[in-house]
Nanobody
Framework: QLQLVESGGGLVQPGGSLRLSCAAS????????VGWFRQAPGKEREGVSC????????HHADLVKGRVTISRDFAERTVYLQMNNLKPEDTAIYYC?????????????????WGQGTQVTVSS
């Protein structure tokens, strides 16, 4: 079965950190750009961060710029999203997606694979 699996979400206090992981099952993630999107209750899905297939290009949305780092481990076939200084407004379900790289918040585009999401809650 071809799928993406996210992990690393949870409950964290404001100012805390989390590292999300996105791993591929059944296909080689190395051939795709990988991005993270999030969706909060009652809000539209928004792009967070994206990394190209070779790892040389990255893009971060203005809302998280300076607070997140995206990286990929080709040996582990995993993409990581390190989030620091988390704020309550970062609370959302975070989804990873694999597809083609594009500059801007809507990356990757087009999307070939979606993960099922991991919940991130920032609260004291």
């Amino acid at each position: 079965q071809l799928q993406l699996v996210e992990s690393g979400g949870g409950l964290v206090q404001p100012g805390g950190s989390l590292r999300l992981s996105c791993a591929a099952s059944g296909f080689n993630l190395g051939g795709y750009a990988v991005g993270w999107f999030r969706q909060a209750p009652g809000k539209e899905r928004e792009g967070v961060s994206c990394i190209s297939s070779d790892g040389t290009n990255t893009h971060h949305a203005d809302l998280v710029k300076g607070r997140v780092t995206i990286s990929r481990d080709f040996a582990e076939r995993t993409v990581y999203l390190q989030m620091n200084n988390l704020k309550p407004e970062d609370t959302a379900i975070y989804y990873c997606a694999a597809g083609g790289f594009s500059w801007g918040d809507n990356c990757p585009s087009p999307v070939n694979y979606w993960g099922q999401g991991t919940q991130v809650t920032v609260s004291s």
